[in-house]
């Protein structure tokens, strides 16, 4: 039987969630199964990338909501495995598209076999995802796979606009929202829904848990934004100002411009074009000086807010409920 130890909800957490790791150790034997399934070709690659490890921060939101609905953890776990696969094959597909040569201080699967064997593994994982979730297909496990079925469709829209968005000289904030609704917000809305479906939780609760994911992944996304302009290169394993120098069209950039004036213009000019050192820190001051720094801080704390509003809004059992509070107050409080 699980237990939880109800975390302080006053304040940022610094440390993971114990949910992560537990997540981690409860799927490790289902995803080895499932990896052990590939083709021969596949799993050297797809081995490589797993290796770097990961937070499953998407496996623990499936299966802390599956026991929020009063439900042992364990009846998520086939929910958490598929939606791993899913979250890495886009990542293995993310890295050949951004041109990334390391993730989790490793080598990236497309530098180390090529692009054309990390292009089918990332297909193969994706299509093994609902293998996993259909391999026995009860009326839930039916209604899961739907649901991340959609949830890929939505994902794959999101990356779609994020590469459309960098020939674009300007996005506006709407548009970069929908954007990262798709690309991220769908998949964790995704996870916390697979939970409360596999394990036949009310439609009012899947609602309410679905709700919770969304605007977490909105806010997480925006917290992302932030690093990929102002992180720490030796947290985020990404150059200063990487976003900018890739020339992405992310929150703060798309506020930035919707500020309008001189420095919206240059900033504007510069992403347009091949950026030296020097041009990354100008726009980056450029963007902060607009106040599109603090308004990106302010809207994931919004959406902070929203999603823990959604938890508040139904019944659930209360160690997990605290759990999914920790969870996203952790994703949301990384370097800043």
């Given amino acids: 039987m699980t237990t939880y130890a109800v975390p302080s909800t006053g304040g940022p957490l610094t440390l993971p969630p114990a949910a992560l790791a ?6 490790a034997p289902a995803l080895d199964a499932a990896v052990a399934r590939l083709d021969p070709t596949l799993r050297g690659p797809v081995q490589h990338h797993l290796d770097g490890g990961g937070k499953r921060v998407r496996a623990a939101l499936v299966l802390v909501s599956a026991a929020a ?3 042992p953890e364990e009846v998520g776990v086939p929910g958490a495995v598929a939606v791993e696969l899913v979250h890495n094959y886009s990542l ?8 990334d040569h390391e993730r989790r201080h490793r080598t ?12 089918v593994a990332g297909d193969a994982l994706a299509g093994l995802a609902l293998q996993v979730l259909l391999e026995e ?16 469709q939505a994902m794959i829209a999101g990356q779609a606009s994020d590469m459309a968005f960098e020939r674009r000289s300007t996005v506006t904030v709407a548009e970069c929202l929908a954007m990262e609704e798709g690309k991220t917000g769908a998949l964790v809305a995704c996870a916390t829904a697979l939970g409360a479906l596999l394990a036949g939780a009310p439609a009012a609760t899947v609602g309410a848990l679905e709700a919770y994911g969304a605007h977490l ?4 996304q925006a917290v992302d934004d932030l690093l990929g302009i102002w992180g720490e290169p030796a947290l985020t394993g990404k150059p200063v100002g990487s976003d900018l120098l890739a020339g992405k069209k992310t929150l703060p950039v798309a506020m930035a411009m919707a500020a309008g004036g001189g420095g919206a213009e240059e900033l504007q000019a510069l992403l347009a074009g091949e950026m030296a050192e020097a041009d990354v820190a100008r726009a980056t001051r450029l963007v902060e000086q607009c106040g599109a720094r603090d308004e990106v801080v302010a809207l994931a704390d919004r959406h902070l807010a929203q999603a ?10 209360e160690g997990p409920r605290a759990e999914l509070v920790a969870i996203a107050r952790y994703v949301t409080a990384r370097d800043r």
């Fill in 22 to 27: 537990r997540a981690a150790e409860l799927i």
């Fill in 69 to 71: 609905t009063g439900t």
């Fill in 92 to 99: 293995l597909h993310d890295d050949i598209i951004d041109g």
């Fill in 108 to 119: 990236t699967v497309w530098v180390e076999y090529g692009v054309g064997p990390a292009i």
């Fill in 137 to 152: 297909p009860t009326s839930e496990r039916v209604r899961a796979a739907a649901r991340l079925a959609d949830a890929n």
């Fill in 217 to 220: 992944g909105i806010a997480f």
């Fill in 308 to 317: 823990l509003d959604a938890l508040a809004s139904v019944e659930l059992a």
